[in-house]
């Protein structure tokens, strides 16, 4: 009887092994991916990146001049934040920022994800 019971734990922890090994790999490798996830250098339009700031009002909370308001200050954020932090800031928002992923292309943001970064 004694055997039987151990067969059974082992059975189920061989199983329990199998399913953390299936389950668990995708999503380290999607941790990954996202890691290693690149805002592309193009020529920037800040043109448009102006255009954008005041459109969408973000100035209305960082400030007419960037400069900072109710949201914290961008016109140095190129150097504590990278083109990467700035762009997943701007598609997810979080703490007071809306999220903007739907609401303006992913070019719009790219593009000015990296005119932001540009300000050190
Ligand atoms: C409703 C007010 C509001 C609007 C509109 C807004 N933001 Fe923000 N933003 C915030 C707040 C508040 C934070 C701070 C979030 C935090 O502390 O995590 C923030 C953070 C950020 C950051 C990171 C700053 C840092 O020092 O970590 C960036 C970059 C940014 N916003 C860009 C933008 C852009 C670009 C737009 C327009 C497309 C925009 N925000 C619109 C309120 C706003």
């Known amino acids: ?3 039987w019971t151990m067969f059974g734990v082992f059975c189920l922890a061989g199983l329990l092994s199998i399913y953390l090994i299936l ?17 592309p250098v193009r020529d920037i339009d800040a043109g448009a990146a ?5 459109q969408q009002n973000c100035i209305g909370c960082h400030g007419g001049n960037l400069e900072g308001g109710m949201g914290p200050a961008l016109d140095k954020i190129g150097s504590t934040l990278t083109k990467e932090q700035i762009y ?3 598609m997810n928002g979080g703490n ?14 790219i593009n000015i994800s990296l005119y932001l970064a540009e300000k050190k």
């Open 50 to 54: 102006e255009t954008l700031l005041s």
């Open 96 to 109: 007071g920022m809306p999220g903007f992923e739907g609401k303006i292309s992913e070019d719009e943001v």
């Open 1 to 3: 009887m004694y055997k």
């Open 23 to 39: 389950f668990t790999l995708p999503s380290k490798e999607e941790a990954e991916q996202e890691a290693a996830f690149e805002v």
């Open 88 to 90: 997943r800031t701007i």
